[in-house]
């Protein structure tokens, strides 16, 4: 059992502290940059200091969910990775169909497979660094047939190669359906984590992920203009008297310069580490829950769903 980083196997205990959904480096499509240049992450050194004040924080393992149809380069990653000292999981796959390329709209399900396959296998962009998760995405409400099509290749890349797998939801919907597809290609649900579920506050769809072994990822904290900190606390700590503590994980998907410290913004990567984390440690202890529990999102539950298998 390992883990694959972009410099190669690992065994799961040496990630320790991990963020399950970050964006280190980013160049999305140019209608994106045209509409929201905030979203755009193209300083290198800003994202190297960025990753050491996340290193400094205590952290360990950063999985970069820049997929290459928003402007992955893991040269790039590879770079801010040494520099910053910490060890990094890059994705295969693609975000949802809006970022799609053309060539993901005319290639076939099996091309898509095997080209999910060869980067998890052999290595990405003609490197020997191997990706360790596999992205798939939907919009708001609807899973299109291009996004189906990619999921189901993801599906059996996952099948193929053991590789877990990371779900884009459009503001946290979707991702019931998305593991229903799953289900039907045979994919091992407790492989997979539903990203922006807390952009869907609603304890009920949280315990349902939960329920077909799936991880409900956290991945708000301090973005109150969704909703305040509070109400993920809240759904944190229902999920877990209902005896989900290991499908729960806790990031931040800073993927804006106006969240970064480094770009000029805050609260930045040390915010969980520094500030969530200590803060539901605290709500845990007044509802009489063991604060021990906090530690499994950030560091047991990462190393688990990561495995390859």
Known sequence: MYVQTIFG???????KLTYIHEHLYSDPPQFVKDQ????????????????????QAGGSTIVD???IDYGRNIEIIRK???????????????????????????????????????????????????????????????????????????????????APIGAHT?????????????????VDLNKVIIAHAD?????????EIAKKGAYVEFDCPSKIKYYPDEMRVNAIIALVKAGYEDRIVISGDMAR??????????????????????RLKI??????????????????NPQRVLVFK
């Open 283 to 300: 709500q845990f202890e007044e509802v009489g829950l063991d604060p021990n529990i906090v530690d499994k999102f950030n560091i047991e």
């Open 9 to 15: 196997k690992m065994k799961p205990e040496e990630l």
């Open 80 to 162: 801010i990775a040494k520099a910053a000292d910490i060890n990094v999981i890059a994705t295969t796959g693609f975000n949802k169909g809006l970022f799609f390329d053309k060539w993901v709209y005319e290639a076939s399900e099996k091309e898509l497979m095997e080209w999910m396959i060869s980067e998890v296998t052999q290595g990405i962009e003609g490197t020997d660094s191997r990706a360790g998760i596999i992205k798939v995405g939907s919009g708001y409400n609807n899973i299109s047939s291009v996004e189906e099509k990619v999921i189901r290749a993801a599906s059996k890349a996952h099948l193929k190669t053991g």
């Open 199 to 207: 952009r869907n506050l609603d304890v009920w769809y949280f315990k």
């Open 36 to 55: 929201d240049s905030d979203l755009v992450l193209d300083d290198v050194l800003c994202s190297i200091r960025e990753a050491q004040k996340f290193k």
């Open 65 to 67: 969910m820049t997929a």
């Open 257 to 278: 310069k106006s969240y970064l410290e480094a770009y000029g913004g805050g609260p930045g990567f040390k915010f969980i580490i520094k500030k969530f984390i200590p």
């Open 170 to 186: 459009e503001a946290g919907t979707m991702g019931l359906e998305q593991l229903e597809i799953m289900e039907e290609e045979g």
